[in-house]
């Protein structure tokens, strides 16, 4: 059973603030870490993803992964209310015909209030 | 470029009847993927192809098949619909090869009565 977790939230900060979202993975063999952003009733959107250890920057947003730890998280900087949104974690299968498959975790819902 | 879209958007069946949700993607990726996501259960895989002329079943397969009808398009087949089925459903794609990274599409919203 490959487990992908997330705190719940929901996550509240004010605008300007640093949101810090946080993910774990009981696969040791993955190798491909992803977070998307699912605004309420729209399609889970690619924001980022992370393959080796260590801080990935793209604008406002910071993947951090830790493959001895099994954990990834995702750093917002300077949060805007646009960024309120439900941030899903996901990491690719180990072997074989689970490469491509994805886990996903059960998503961060984050505020940010003005 | 489209990327994923589906069809229909929303559609509303009575218990035991069936229908197909299409999916059809145009960035000529390798692997395509069917989800459903209930609240508080986050997206569940239901059956995915890594590869034209293969399928494979996900977590949730049961009361659904699928068509990889060509390396475009995957459809999802409801043969006799459940209220347990109500739920939002999801395509997608990755190019199957190298970052595994996935689109979405726009979902198709299903109650069943």
């Known amino acids: 059973q490959k487990e992908v977790e997330q705190n719940s939230g929901p996550l509240s900060v004010p605008e300007g603030a640093i949101a810090s979202l946080n993910c774990t993975y009981s696969d040791r063999g993955s190798q491909s870490f992803f977070w998307y952003r699912q605004y309420s009733g729209k399609s889970p959107e690619l924001i980022m993803f992370i393959y080796s250890n260590g801080d990935k920057e793209d604008g406002r947003f910071t993947a951090q992964l830790n493959k001895a730890s099994q954990y990834v998280s995702l750093l917002i900087r300077d949060s805007q209310p646009s960024d309120s949104a439900t941030y899903l974690c996901?990491?690719?299968?180990?072997?074989?015909?689970?490469?491509?498959?994805?886990?996903f975790g059960r998503g961060t819902q984050l505020t940010v209030w003005p | 470029n489209a990327g994923v879209t589906q069809t229909p958007k929303f559609q509303v069946l009575k218990t035991g009847q069936s229908m197909t949700l299409q999916c059809a993607q145009d960035m000529n990726h390798n692997s395509m993927y069917w989800y459903r996501q209930d609240p508080g259960m986050g997206l569940r895989l239901i059956y995915y192809?890594?590869?034209?002329?293969?399928?494979d079943k996900g977590e949730v397969p049961n009361g659904y098949n699928v068509s990889r009808l060509n390396k475009r398009e995957f459809s999802l087949r409801l043969e006799s619909a459940a209220p347990s089925q109500t739920s939002v459903y999801f395509c997608?794609?990755?190019?199957?090869?190298?970052?595994?990274?996935?689109?979405f599409g726009p979902g198709t919203r299903l109650t069943v009565t």
């Open positions: 997608a794609s990755s190019s199957g090869t190298g970052g595994y990274e996935q689109y």
């Open positions: 192809s890594a590869s034209e002329g293969t399928t």
């Open positions: 996901a990491v690719n299968g180990d072997r074989g015909s689970t490469l491509g498959r994805l886990y």
